[in-house]
Every structure is written in structure tokens, then in C-alpha cells.
């Protein structure tokens, strides 16, 4: 009997900074989602401060969240519009220019 696997809630950081915090089925599946191109490419688009979330160097590791990450997953998920792409709730504010909706903390659905 194959084991049925929950969602759970893991954080990626970068240059060791929390990130973003997404749902997956496991950790392989975030690590694949951390190694996407397309979520590395919008790491490097998107800005905070005026800066790029990520420099093309700095170290993206994905892991399991902590308590008050999967606090702040639960509660945009609350606020969330129902979609067909993945939520990522960014745990930093990013700039005005990066997302339609930009509060702190930040969440869109990926359509991947």
C-alpha cells in the first residue's frame, strides 16, 4: 500500500532570506519548484526595495516553513480568489510594479 501524501506548506529562501511559501506534495516536488526556471526568472523581475529578489547567484533552498510562515499561508489563503494556477504568498514586500496586488505580505497565483 502506497502512502497517501498531505499537502504541506515549505518556504524558499534566498541568500538564506524566507522568501515565498507555497504548498506541495513533498519536499521533491518543492525542490522542483524551486529549481523551475520560470520561478527564477521571476525571482530575478520581481524587486523589493528596488532590488531584485534574486541576483542569478544568490542560494535558493527550498525547506519545510515554520509555524509563523504557515500562519501567513493560512491566512492569504483565506483571502485568495479561487484559480487554477499555485499560490506563493512572498513573506517580503515586494515592489508596487511586480504584482497587481501588493500588500505585505504578498500573494499570487502562478499558472503553471
Not at 498531505?6 to 524551486?34: N, Q
Not at 534574486?54 to 535558493?60: K, M, P, V
Not at 525547506?63 to 491566512?75: H, K, L, N, P
Not at 506563493?88 to 497587481?100: H, N
Amino acid at each position: 500500500m502506497t502512502p497517501t501524501l498531505f499537502p504541506s506548506i515549505f518556504t524558499i529562501e534566498i541568500g538564506g532570506k524566507p522568501t515565498v511559501t507555497f504548498e506541495a506534495k513533498g519536499l521533491r516536488e518543492a525542490s522542483e519548484i524551486c529549481n523551475a526556471p520560470w520561478l527564477r526568472e521571476d525571482f530575478m523581475s520581481a524587486h523589493s526595495n528596488g532590488a531584485p529578489l534574486w541576483d542569478g547567484n544568490a542560494l535558493l533552498k527550498e525547506r519545510v516553513s515554520y509555524e509563523d510562515e504557515i500562519a501567513t499561508f493560512g491566512d492569504a489563503c483565506k483571502d485568495a480568489q479561487p484559480s487554477d494556477g499555485m499560490l506563493m504568498v512572498y513573506l517580503i514586500e515586494l515592489d508596487d510594479d511586480d504584482t497587481a496586488e501588493n500588500s505585505e505580505p504578498s500573494s499570487f497565483a502562478q499558472q503553471r
